[in-house]
């Protein structure tokens, strides 16, 4: 469906609200008004039961058990309580961080506020497929290690790291593991028993509920993961998130979460056929397309491409308000800088200025990836036969 007169192609920035998740949250504005710390009265005890069994809800989701889960303002608190909150509760055990260098702004931003406050972080390179090196990683890690941060999925390329192995790595080397999974949950299949995680994030408007609010899974047992809050105010949270808990906005995450688990494996084939259709579409009608990382280990519903001697920031500004893309990470929208991610990769800053992100979702329709993919067609040709770098290219004086 159309939102307006645009097709909507940027899930991984933000969802719209499922409108069953919209119902689900409507009574706890008005009708049910209680706070869920009120344990005197009737309507904070109807709100408390709320928010436990969204707390269920969002444990299901990633394997855990509903004590472990923290209500968060989203997943950029829940990287900067878990990161922050390691580093000052075993800064005694060690102040050294391994990161990887295509993790999302939060994670890198957070470990660079380290870095400056005596922590040491080392920055572990992905190859040209966005992925890293399992005997690099543990390369990296050190007796004074305390915490490894993977990224489940890429928010810019979809590339999926293979979790279970860095699991087992941090395992064998008495390191804890925290997992960025907010572009992840609700895609894949996670266990973060199974998959060794200690800590680990994620956000309801990644997956059909509220802005506002996220969570962050905090091992309980084998080891117990203990956390320096942020917050400090009353003690919510078992400790670890001081603040009036946001009831509506908790019920709509744990009730997102549970109606993507549901669809999950339908959406996920649906949205990986019209992914494919999008490719497919662009590279027949257009030389010089190209998918920028692994094409095999990725979410189903985005691609990231790169369309040869096109500034992507044109490309997007001619298409208007017809289609919704970006150019990489929502969060880092504001810089003027190249996609961090794809210089990590390899690719230079001119192609990395000339990629685009394409993200499907929920509402996306088969006759909507026809139209951008005519639409797409239509304005890149325009681009390039104004352009006299493409006239260079095609006489053979450019690569």
């Known amino acids: 469906m159309k939102f307006g007169q645009t097709i909507y192609l940027d899930y991984n920035a933000t969802t719209p609200v499922d409108p069953r998740v919209i119902e689900s949250i409507q009574p706890w504005f008005f009708e049910k008004p209680g706070n869920a710390a009120s344990r005197s009265h009737a309507m904070g005890w109807m709100a408390e039961e709320a928010v436990e069994q969204a707390r269920a809800q969002t444990a ?167 956390l320096t809050p942020l917050f400090h105010g009353g003690g919510h949270e078992g400790d670890m998130r001081s603040g009036t808990l946001n009831v509506p906005a908790i019920v709509g995450l744990g009730c997102a979460l549970e109606i993507t688990a549901a669809e999950r494996d339908r959406e996920n084939k649906r949205l ?40 992507g920031d044109t490309l997007m500004t001619r298409m208007g308000s017809s289609v919704a893309v970006s150019s990489g990470s929502a969060c880092a929208s504001a810089l003027a800088e190249p996609s961090h991610v794809l210089l990590s990769m390899g690719l230079s800053e001119r192609e990395a200025r000339s990629s685009i992100r394409f993200s499907l979702g929920r509402f996306t329709e088969p006759d909507e990836i026809e139209e951008v993919i005519r639409l797409v067609v239509r304005e890149v040709e325009a681009l390039r036969d104004v352009s006299p770098v493409w006239e260079m290219y095609k006489a053979g004086m450019l690569d």
Do not use: W
């Open 272 to 311: 990986a056929g019209m992914r494919d259709r999008l490719e497919a579409g662009l590279r027949e009608h257009l030389e010089g397309v190209y998918v920028n990382g692994d094409t095999e280990n990725r979410l189903p519903h985005v691609t990231n491409l790169r369309f040869l001697h096109v500034q």
């Open 60 to 226: 299901a989701a990633i394997g855990a058990k509903p004590g472990e889960i923290v209500f968060t303002s989203g997943a950029t608190e829940a990287v900067n309580l878990a990161i922050k909150g390691i580093g000052a509760r075993y800064a005694r055990k060690g102040r050294h961080f391994v990161i990887v260098a295509t993790e999302h702004q939060a994670v890198l931003d957070t470990c660079t506020y380290l870095a400056k406050h005596g922590f040491e972080v080392t920055v572990v390179d992905v190859n040209a497929e966005g992925h890293i090196d399992i005997e690099e990683l543990a390369a990296a890690i050190r007796e004074d290690t305390v915490l490894v941060s993977v990224m489940m999925a890429n928010n810019e390329t979809g590339v999926i790291h293979p979790v279970e192995k860095i699991g087992d790595l941090c395992a064998e080397r008495n390191t804890l593991f925290f997992c960025d999974a907010t572009q992840a949950a609700g895609k894949v299949p996670i266990d973060v028993e199974s998959m060794g995680i200690h800590l680990l994030a994620l956000s309801a408007h990644k997956v059909y509920g509220p802005k506002g609010v996220g969570a962050l899974y905090v091992r309980q047992s084998a080891p117990r993961v203990q």
